[in-house]
């Protein structure tokens, strides 16, 4: 899950990180009414799940009180265009009005899950307010790196080791590690899965700010949090997710034209492999879970054919502790119930499959029985190709 900067700020302040000043706005009044109350110069940041919004647009000085009103209208209700959001774009519904501070360094800090160690790991960098990700693919020696032993949480000596590697004076180093522990210490105590202050600023002052600020949680620890879930903006989630949700499924929207439904993640990973392979692209990923009865297929396919962008779907059940007929059952009642306008695809495999692909069969509907993944996906595509 993710959450705006602004409630990110709030929730490292509670574990004592240092954040500028600032309110989130609503409206132009409820702007220039911060402004006035942080002294005029402010900064005025969109709230969208994503990226790069400075270069969208989306982040710029006021000078003034009445400044600060007028980028607010200009923003609020803007759609802003990053190379997170793809081409559509977000809608931007509400601003952050934050204190303007006097720059003198830009670093980078960081703090992941490490999926090939269990670890986390935290990262830090003298390339602050760039893209990380650029950052990494042309310069990676510029990104320094502590894995984080999960019983000793973030040391006081791998701290200072970062803190040395970023360059930074010596009567700065106390004061940095400080920051990187109550940083370290906000990012376990609510089950985080990424931390990210790009920039984290030092001031012409010698005072450290997380000048922005991103955090995502894991979701199967949310149960332990129920003040960040009500965080939670549906606005910035993709409606077929949330949709999906309600139902207990497995789904995230991508960008391809053949819509995936499958039951277990690792062979959810070899369908979309698979229609790669083949030529094409996913359209998500879909995975119903092994023990799926009828009623979940016919609401997962239902969230399938709710996507303009499908032009065919695949079909891929193995039929263990979820038999192929009941499979075949669900599929067929959601294709009768929703008149199909795409191509689709049904391969099984498992228990009961005769009985399944008879269903199928039978059926009367125009659903393409295919043998083997090879099969199902070669078919899957020349029709979504075929329009």
């Not at 900067?5 to 490292?12: D, G, I, M, P, S």
């Not at 360059?167 to 376990?188: I, W």
């Amino acid at each position: 899950m993710k959450i705006h900067e602004y409630q990110a700020k709030a929730l490292l302040a509670k574990h004592g990180v240092p954040v500028p000043r600032g309110e989130v706005a609503f409206s132009k009044e409820e702007a220039r009414e911060i402004a006035k109350k942080l002294g005029g110069l402010v900064v005025v940041k969109a709230q969208i799940h994503a990226g790069g919004r400075g270069k969208g647009g989306g982040v710029k000085v006021a000078k003034t009180t009445d400044e600060a009103a007028e980028l607010a209208e200009q923003m609020l209700g803007m759609k802003l265009v990053t190379h997170q959001t793809g081409p559509e774009g977000r809608i931007v519904k509400r601003l952050l009005i934050e204190e303007g501070l006097k720059i003198k360094t830009e670093f980078y800090l960081g703090i992941v899950v490490d999926r090939t160690t269990s670890r986390p790991v935290f990262m830090a960098s003298r390339a602050g307010g760039m893209e990380i990700e650029k950052v990494a693919e042309e310069t990676p020696e510029l990104i320094l790196k502590e894995t984080i032993e999960p019983g000793l949480g973030l040391t006081a000596f791998q701290a200072r080791k970062l803190a040395f590697g970023l360059g930074l004076p010596t009567d700065l180093v106390n004061p940095a590690c400080s920051f990187m522990m109550k940083l370290y210490r906000a990012f376990q105590s609510s089950d985080a899965s990424l931390v990210e202050i790009n920039p984290f600023l030092l001031t012409e002052n010698g005072q450290f700010y997380a000048l922005d600020a991103k955090l995502n949680f894991d979701d199967n620890a949310l149960f332990r949090h129920p003040e960040i879930k009500e965080l939670r903006d549906l606005d910035e989630e993709e409606p077929l997710e949330i949709e999906a949700s309600k139902h207990g499924l497995n789904y995230i929207k991508l960008d391809g034209d053949v819509g995936c439904m499958v039951n277990g993640a690792g062979l959810a990973m070899a369908t979309m492999d698979i229609i790669k392979l083949a030529g094409s692209s996913p359209a998500n990923f879909l995975d119903v879970g092994g023990g799926a009865s009828a009623a979940q297929v016919k609401n997962a396919f239902s969230i399938l054919l709710s996507d303009a962008h499908v032009r065919a779907v695949l079909i891929n059940i193995f039929g263990g502790i979820m038999r192929c007929d009941v499979a075949a059952e669900g599929v067929v009642e959601a294709a009768k119930a929703m008149q199909l306008k795409v191509p689709v695809v049904v391969r099984l495999e498992g228990t009961n499959v005769e009985k399944g692909q008879e269903i199928l069969r039978r059926s009367g509907l125009p659903l393409t029985v295919a043998n083997g993944m090879k099969d199902a996906a070669e078919k899957a595509v020349a029709l979504a190709k075929a329009g």
